[in-house]
Each structure stands twice: as C-alpha cells, then as structure tokens.
C-alpha cells in the first residue's frame, strides 16, 4: 500500500516554527514527510531537516518524496533519543522541533498493522516493527488488574473493568489473536445503550492498547525536556495531539517550563531562583479549521501547542 499521509494543521505548524532559511530543523515524527517538505521549502542550501521515525515504512516513504533534496538526514529511531541522535549528528543546537503524535493514515488503513478496530488483523500495533513486543503481549498476558489500570488511564474507558474481565474470561478459553476478536470481546462487555452512543466501541481501548504497546506517554516527558535544552534562543517546539491524555502531558509540561518557580503562591517574591526556559507561544492549543475538519475529519479532535526557547 502506498504510504499516505495527510498533513493535520500543517499551516498552523509552518507558521508556528517561525522557519529561518538556515536553520536546522528536526521532524521527530517524520511519517510520509508532510510537514518536512514544507519545511524544506522553507529552507536554503545552508539549512538542514533532520527527519526521525521509528517505522521503516515511513522513512521509506519519506525518502521517495523528499528525494529532490539533499539537505535531509534520515534517522531510523525513536524520538526519546533525539539528545543521543544530535550527538551523533554532532550536531549541538537546533532551531526547531515538530512532533505529531498521531498514527499515521496509513498505519491505521494497512490492516496488517493491526491499529485498526475496523479491519481484521493479527493484534500487532506495533509502530517499530523490528520490537517484539505487541497488542498480542498485553491482551494476553498481562494481568486483570494491569489490562484495567491501562484502559481507564490510557483510553479513559468507563468501563475499563468490564472489558478487562471479559478480556481474561475469553483469553481462558484460548488466545485472543485478532482485531475483530478483541472487538467483539468489547462490544460484549459494554451495555448496548453505550454502544449506540459516542464513538465506536473499541475506540478507547484499542487506543490504550496501542499508548501501551509504544510507551508513547511515558517517552514524552523526556522528549520535550531533551528536546528543549538542544533549542538555539528563539528556536521553537511545535507539538500536535490528537487526545487529552497527550495534550494534557505536553501542556502542563510547557507551563512548568514557561513558569518553574516551586515556590508557595503566598511568598511575596520568588525565593527559589528558577526562571523561565520557555515562553508559550499559544496559551491554549491550537484547533484546526471547520475548513481542515470537513476534508480531514481525522483532525477533529488535534491541537498543537508552541513554546519558544528563552
């Protein structure tokens, strides 16, 4: 399948990154090179676009796409690594950082991957595809209380206990081994009322499956703390979210580096000396167009949040 991609909130990023024709740039979640080749026009001879993805697939495709320009450095990792990977690079400072946290269209179209609670697949979800660990691990080993913990926290599920049961109950008689298996399993542990209502069914925990399977929140502290101390003054991160979870992470993240006094709200001044790192550029994030929604509805519910380097 080609790989395709469609670029969510792309101008809002382009303008937000508040591109210098010479800097240097880094994609941390490069996918079918959207966002990157619009960087890139943006870019001169002198300037330098580092793209970083964990699937071969995009790397691959982004390649394909980006082939007229030889100002790119393709990086075939996580974005957790991203102080490791400049410092191969030899690279000491960047201007700016893109990440988009969302699965790609094309992870989510090609069943195989196993994202998709509307195609039949092995359960998978990996975004590494060279990680042994899968969906496959987690529905059926991991214990009732750990597979509950994870879709209400991960997928906000209110009845994450109910699925959770059903999940071990169904596991019992033998392995759960496909997408619509673990669909099935869902639609039966939530009332019928609650599957007529809101999203599908499986939405939220298949979410949470896939949050767990890529250690996609507990990697995203530590990236955008990396991240931040390799910007030149004035560099900016962009960072686009597509549910609470994430953008809750990346927005109190950024408030504690634009405002990182530990002081009691009762003393007069700060007593404790630490001062911004970051200004934010957007107090709240930043939606997209009805415009973008009715031709993308998969950007309904993304937001991208900007600071800028102190």
């Not at 991609?5 to 240097?24: P, R, T």
């Amino acid at each position: 399948m080609e790989f395709k991609h469609v670029s969510v909130l792309l101008n809002e990023c382009i303008e937000a990154l508040n591109i210098k024709e010479d800097g240097i740039y880094v994609d941390c979640t490069l996918g079918g090179a959207g966002h990157s080749s619009h960087i890139l026009k943006h870019l001169s001879k002198e300037g330098m676009l580092i793209g970083i993805d964990q699937d071969k697939d995009a790397l691959k495709a982004a390649k394909e796409r980006l082939k007229e320009f030889d100002n790119v450095k393709y990086v075939h990792s996580n974005f957790y690594n991203i102080d490791n990977i400049l410092n191969q690079l030899e690279i000491e400072k960047v201007d700016g950082i893109l990440m988009d946290l969302g699965v790609s269209s094309y992870q989510l179209d090609e069943a195989e991957r196993g994202f998709s609670y509307m195609q039949d697949a092995p359960l998978d979800m990996r975004m590494n595809r060279d990680n042994d660990f899968s969906a496959y691990n987690i529905v059926n080993n991991y214990t009732e209380e750990d597979i509950y913990r994870i879709i209400k926290d991960y997928g906000e599920e209110r009845f994450a206990k109910r699925i959770a049961n059903f999940i071990v109950n169904r596991r019992a008689e033998k392995p759960i081994e496909t997408t619509f298996e673990l669909v099935d399993i869902i639609k039966a542990a939530i009332p019928a009322k609650a599957r007529r209502e809101g999203p599908h069914p499986a939405k939220r925990t298949f979410q949470a499956i896939r949050i767990e399977v890529n250690s996609e929140l507990k990697i995203l502290n530590k990236t955008i703390e990396d991240g931040v101390n390799r910007l030149n003054k004035g560099g900016r991160m962009a960072i686009i979210t597509f549910h609470s979870l994430e953008d809750r992470i990346v927005k109190l993240k950024f408030r504690e580096l634009d405002n990182p006094c530990i002081c009691p709200k009762e003393f007069p001044i700060c007593a404790c000396g630490k001062k911004p790192i970051v200004k934010l550029i957007s107090r709240k994030g930043i939606a997209p167009s009805k415009e973008e929604i009715e031709e993308n509805p998969r950007s309904r519910s993304a937001k991208v949040r900007v600071i800028e380097k102190l």
